[in-house]
């Protein structure tokens, strides 16, 4: 299965233009955030940015709860 491919948004610094997730990546987000629609989830998207693509090869879902509300969780988790 081809990664999934869209435009990106936002000015950074290295001037991305696009991005693609990973099959794997892209599912575990998905999947993830529709078993706990009843809350907010924070997780971290792991990958590369290859010239002017951010590519997306891993996600990895930490808290179930708003990530400002307790920020020590953050520091805690690693």
């Not at 290859?50 to 690693?78: C, E, M, R, W, Y």
């Amino acid at each position: 299965m081809a990664p999934v491919a869209g435009a990106g948004g936002g000015g950074s610094a290295h001037s991305l233009t696009g991005y693609s997730f990973s099959p794997k990546a892209y599912a575990k987000a998905v999947l993830h955030s529709c078993k706990h629609s009843a809350a907010p989830v924070l997780g971290l998207l792991l990958g590369t940015a290859n010239g002017k693509v951010l590519k997306v090869a891993d996600a990895i879902p930490l808290f179930h709860t708003h990530a400002l509300a307790l920020p020590g969780q953050v520091d805690a988790s690693f």
